[in-house]
């Protein structure tokens, strides 16, 4: 199992940017797939971004490709989410996730969760 502790939240205006971070524990963190969802008041919570254990296989929501970007660091069991050019409806609660390998873009695949982080996006 591991255990996923998220920082990098804040308030940012619209054109600006901000780097998550999401920092996992235990001696297998290079064996998981990672993801980025967000969820916003009042809505289903929504896929952003996933990456595989080696880097290869990453995917975007069309929302936001050409904006963000995940990567990650096995060395530092560290998961990133740059995040570029934000808009006010990218504001919400993102929540970093873990599962076996493969990616996927349904939130209920994943089985590890971090309590996630708020980012407000003003105009």
């Known amino acids: 199992q591991v255990q996923l502790v998220e920082s990098g939240g804040g308030l940012v205006q619209a054109g600006g940017s901000l780097r998550l971070s999401c920092a996992a524990s235990g001696r297998t963190f290079s064996s998981y797939t990672m993801g980025w969802f967000r969820q916003a008041p009042d809505k289903e919570r929504e896929f952003v971004a996933a990456i595989d254990w080696s880097g290869s296989s990453i995917h975007y929501a069309d929302s936001v490709k050409g904006r963000f970007a995940i990567s990650r660091d096995n060395a530092k069991n560290t998961v990133y989410l740059q995040m570029n050019s934000l808009k006010p409806e990218d504001t919400a609660v993102y929540y970093c996730?873990?599962?076996?390998?493969?990616?996927?873009?349904?939130?209920?695949?994943?089985?590890?969760w971090g309590q996630g982080t708020q980012v407000t996006v003003s105009s």
């Open positions: 996730a873990a599962r076996g390998t493969g990616v996927r873009v349904t939130a209920t695949l994943y089985n590890y």
